[in-house]
């Protein structure tokens, strides 16, 4: 049973992958200069779910990341690749 709770646990908390993911999603949106409502209105979020995104507050299932690369016109492959290496890459 102890090991079913850690599980869950893990689940419930953004990783530093998760909040680097975040990180890297605002720096895309802000390069294609599109305010939070904008965009969050684009991918079915209201823009305080968008905040906790890009905060890491909240982990991106990879259905909403699909979204958010559709928007950006990006695959999620480039977003992945370049996730591998930021913030590092600038």
Known sequence: MEHNNMT?????HASERDKLAGQL?????????????????????SFQQLYKYESGHNRLTIGRLMDCCDVLNI????????????????
């Open 8 to 12: 869950a646990d893990l689940t419930r």
């Open 25 to 45: 999603l605002k720096k895309y949106r802000q390069d294609y200069k599109m305010s939070q409502i904008d965009f969050a209105a684009r991918i079915g979020v």
């Open 75 to 90: 695959s999620a492959q480039e977003f992945m690749g370049r996730l591998e290496h930021f913030p590092h890459d600038g």
